[in-house]
């Protein structure tokens, strides 16, 4: 059983080009503990070339439980990475959520209690207003969301044991976390009696409502180009995964093209929604990237 709460309460915030959420991201975390003297939050301000360090500056000088990883680079997944090998502490659990979002009044108490409670290596607990079968599709398959999701101490062991990285570039870093917490690190030679994920119902990240727009449309359309590249690098990882090849795992995502040949048809042939336009294109840009 997990029993942390004695700890810090660690949260890392991704902010990319925030400056129109980000105050409102931090001051809800504040208010998501009844404990805010315990919390360390951690900006993880990544490429970012609007006022959003500014604003998180400013945050700072009024609450010293906040600081700043200043990142050149605008890659979450290498965020991800420079958060976790900075030197945290892996004795206690860390929560990651999207600096466009917000949390709901004693939402990481409740999710405390969750970890205290659970002998799960991850937490996932579902954005609230989501559709019904959004829901019900996490709650079945035990996914995370990358809005909100939490892992533990064991679980930080086991990836700075193994070495463990996100590939830069990689789309989705959520996906290959949860795959990290669901199947463990057998095959990078680390054996875990405690894995998985806990869904978490009724509490969870508040997710901004888009309004339909011609620059909403141009977003919808650049997404789900990077949904698209995104599908064929989870089949790479999961192809990787059935073969106990994950060592083979590289650091840039760019050397992920070379086992397009390899992964068979079927992610060729896959369904997903509109998406699935944007498939012919992510492949002729991972074999030209």
Not at 86 to 103: A, K, S, T, V, Y
Not at 169 to 186: A, N, R, T
Not at 213 to 241: D, P, W
Request: aromatic share 12%.
């Amino acid at each position: 059983m997990n029993n942390m709460r004695k700890g810090l309460l660690n949260v890392a915030i991704f902010a990319h080009n925030e400056e129109g959420n980000i105050e409102r991201c931090i001051l809800s975390v504040i208010g998501a503990t009844s404990n805010p003297e315990r919390l360390r939050i951690t900006v993880l301000i990544n490429g970012t070339t609007d006022t959003t360090k500014s604003i998180v500056v400013k945050c700072c000088d009024s609450f010293p439980q906040i600081s700043i990883k200043d990142i050149v680079l605008g890659d979450k997944s290498n965020a991800w990475n420079e958060y976790v090998y900075g030197g945290i502490n892996i004795d206690e659990n860390h929560f990651f959520m999207d600096g466009d979002n917000w949390l709901p009044a004693y939402c990481l108490d409740k999710l405390e209690f969750e970890f205290d409670t659970s002998k799960f290596w991850g937490l996932a607990p579902i954005p609230l207003g989501v559709s019904e079968g959004l829901r019900e599709f996490l709650l079945s398959n035990g996914f995370i969301s990358g809005n909100l999701y939490g892992v533990s101490g064991e679980f930080l062991k086991a990836v700075l044991e193994t070495k463990f990285r996100l590939p830069v570039g990689f789309i989705g870093d959520d996906s290959l976390v949860m795959y990290m917490l669901q199947e463990g690190f057998e095959g990078l030679g680390y054996c875990a009696e405690i894995k998985g994920i806990k869904v978490v119902e009724n509490t969870g990240p508040v997710i901004p409502r888009v309004k339909l727009s011609f620059g909403m449309l141009l977003f919808m359309h650049r997404r789900y180009k990077r949904y698209a590249i995104r599908h064929f690098q989870q089949e790479i990882l999961y192809y990787l995964g059935r073969k106990n090849m994950l060592h083979e795992l590289p650091d840039q995502s760019i050397n992920l093209k070379k086992y397009l040949t390899k992964i068979g048809v079927r992610p060729y042939l896959k369904i997903c929604g509109v998406q699935t336009l944007y498939h012919p294109y992510a492949v002729v840009r991972m074999l030209l990237s």
